[in-house]
């Protein structure tokens, strides 16, 4: 049963989803993005992708959501007080976002493979965290030296832009 | 199992509603936490171009799932750092409403 599974879990990821766009309080929010996260580090696993799918829940669900958190509660945000909501704007917005859902739908609907089944996969596809290291530290080696220096470099930016005043 | 079109209608409708958020919340934090969404839609559906495209030797292309190993490190210094700029702003305006944040309005 499968796609049962993939059902619950990517209804689980869209509804919270949405919550985290609907809810009025942003703690409720940033709790909703983290069972997002959860239900998409699932899809994940149902791809057999379960180096990336780890990596989420590590990376996303665990330290940018405490991040997110650590900083609402720190800015002590509670629920936004209803201000007079512009419907046009609203209106307008939801057009664009829905044509664009429209959009993504033909361009899926006129996909040659859109119903292809997954292939089946070698045995040595479990052993994945081997397989993306090899090309991460072989093929992929300069871009991740790259990415190595731009993480130090935001490090160095945060402690720039949290020093009391800014010159 | 599902198909591929399937994953990817999920993962365009996970988009679309990232999308919605930064379109029709005035909340700084809000909007951010949307644009992450966003990111993470897109890494679905490469992580399905992957898993749907298998090679001779019976493997995933895992180009694909490199690539989203470098979005999600990237997209990791991106709330870092914009969450700092957003602690700042908030030092200096005492607000996250967007609204509220119009000198560079035209």
Known sequence: MPSLLFWTFAALMLVFGAAVVLNRNPVASALSLVLSFLGLAALFMSLDAYFIGIIQVLVYAGAVMVLFLFIIMLLDLRAEERRKMNYVAVAGGSAVALALFVQICMVVGQLRRADDRPPTLAPAAADDVRQVGLLLFGNYNLPFQIIAVLVLVATIGVIVLSKRELR | ?106
């Open chain 2, 1 to 106: 199992m599902a198909t591929l079109g399937q994953y990817l209608i999920v993962s365009g409708l996970l988009f679309t509603i990232g999308f919605a958020g930064v379109m029709l919340r005035r909340n700084i934090i809000i909007i951010f936490m949307s644009l992450e969404l966003m990111l993470n839609a897109a890494n679905l559906s490469l992580v399905a171009f992957s898993r749907f495209r298998v090679g001779a030797d019976g493997l995933p292309n895992y180009n694909a799932q490199v690539f989203v190993f470098f979005i999600i490190t990237v997209a990791a210094a991106e709330v870092a750092v914009g969450l700092a700029i957003i602690v700042a702003l908030y030092r200096a305006r005492q607000t996250t409403h967007v609204e509220d944040i119009s000198t560079l309005k035209f």
